[in-house]
């Protein structure tokens, strides 16, 4: 059986990429401290009985259009919500709350607990906040965000409420995964592998949008077209963006990246 170590390698493919990480710190802590400081954050609340499952919402300026639930990436082995508080700014700015959730990590979890994990999470959230709900989330975020769309794990009601679910660099089959040295941590069996696995579930009745960077590794670009082909989703490949830089656009709530997922 082939090694995909190498295919699903990130970093060592991204020129700077040991800079993000402290980046993503640096303006994710920036901005949480301005929201905070003009009384639009509130952080660390609870969905769960253990301390990674909470998460910390940011609200607009007067009234709002929903929700969007940021959901973070890490091949659920790393990072949790403050890396990435930044990338509310954009649906903030546009009117809409923005939660971001941790969750739980594997070895410590699987994969399948987590995918329950932010189902709870949504349920939560949706109970603080009325109106839409955008779920987005990025590789492994991606994954979780796309389990959320086939509705399995939510009430028919709460579903309803999704208005767009768009899964950025997704995991979306993760039977390659038991072909990395990372499956020591995520046990997945084939059988698990199949079970967690979007690409392989029906086409969910919420509106759906793929989205990838056009310079990620082939693998990734490969998921996202498995998750897009199978489910008849709209797939964009974002021109000269890669693993780490794709996701920047959801600070920005002028980018088309905001406008398909708020707007489209």
Same mark, same amino acid.
């Given at each position: 059986?082939?090694n995909l170590?190498?295919? !699903?390698?990130?970093a060592t493919h991204i020129? &700077?990429?040991?800079?993000f990480?402290a980046?993503?710190?640096?303006?994710a802590?920036? /901005?949480?401290?301005l929201?905070s400081?003009r009384g =639009?954050?509130?952080?660390?609340?609870? !969905?769960?009985d253990t301390?990674?499952q909470c998460?910390?919402?940011?609200?607009?300026?007067g009234?709002h259009?929903?929700?969007?639930?940021f959901?973070h990436?890490? /091949?659920?082995?790393? /990072?949790?919500?403050?890396?990435w508080s930044?990338?509310?700014q954009?649906?903030?700015?546009k009117?809409? !709350?923005a939660?971001?959730?941790s !969750?739980?990590?594997c070895?410590?979890?699987?994969?399948?607990q987590?995918?329950?994990q932010?189902?709870q999470?949504v349920?939560?959230?949706?109970?603080?906040i009325?109106?839409?709900?955008?779920?987005? &989330?990025?590789?492994?975020?991606g994954?979780?965000?796309?389990r959320?769309?086939v509705?399995?794990?939510?009430?028919?009601?709460l579903?309803a409420?999704?208005?767009?679910a768009?899964?950025?660099s997704?995991?979306?089959?993760?039977?390659p995964?038991?072909?990395t040295?990372?499956n020591?941590?995520?046990c997945?069996?084939?059988?698990?592998?199949?079970?967690?696995s979007p690409?392989?579930?029906?086409r969910p009745?919420?509106n759906?949008?793929v989205?990838v &960077?056009?310079?990620?590794?082939?693998a /990734?670009i490969? =998921?996202?077209r498995?998750?897009s082909?199978?489910w008849?989703a709209?797939?964009?490949?974002?021109?000269?963006k890669?693993h780490?830089d794709v996701?920047?656009a959801l600070?920005d709530?002028?980018s088309d990246?905001?406008?398909?997922?708020l707007d489209?």
């Amino acid at each position: 059986m082939k090694n995909l170590d190498d295919e !699903y390698a990130n970093a060592t493919h991204i020129p &700077g990429a040991d800079k993000f990480v402290a980046r993503w710190e640096r303006n994710a802590a920036d /901005f949480r401290k301005l929201l905070s400081q003009r009384g =639009q954050a509130e952080l660390d609340t609870a !969905y769960g009985d253990t301390d990674r499952q909470c998460f910390d919402l940011f609200a607009p300026k007067g009234s709002h259009k929903g929700v969007m639930i940021f959901v973070h990436g890490g /091949f659920w082995l790393n /990072f949790d919500k403050s890396y990435w508080s930044h990338l509310a700014q954009g649906a903030v700015e546009k009117g809409w !709350y923005a939660a971001l959730p941790s !969750y739980d990590l594997c070895p410590t979890v699987r994969i399948h607990q987590i995918t329950s994990q932010i189902a709870q999470a949504v349920k939560v959230i949706s109970t603080r906040i009325s109106g839409p709900l955008a779920l987005v &989330g990025h590789s492994a975020g991606g994954h979780l965000v796309a389990r959320m769309a086939v509705g399995e794990l939510l009430p028919k009601a709460l579903h309803a409420r999704i208005a767009k679910a768009m899964p950025i660099s997704p995991l979306a089959d993760l039977r390659p995964l038991r072909q990395t040295k990372m499956n020591q941590y995520f046990c997945l069996s084939d059988s698990d592998a199949m079970a967690e696995s979007p690409a392989l579930m029906h086409r969910p009745s919420c509106n759906v949008h793929v989205w990838v &960077g056009a310079e990620e590794r082939a693998a /990734f670009i490969d =998921q996202a077209r498995w998750l897009s082909d199978a489910w008849g989703a709209k797939l964009t490949l974002a021109p000269e963006k890669h693993h780490f830089d794709v996701i920047e656009a959801l600070s920005d709530p002028t980018s088309d990246m905001v406008a398909q997922l708020l707007d489209g």
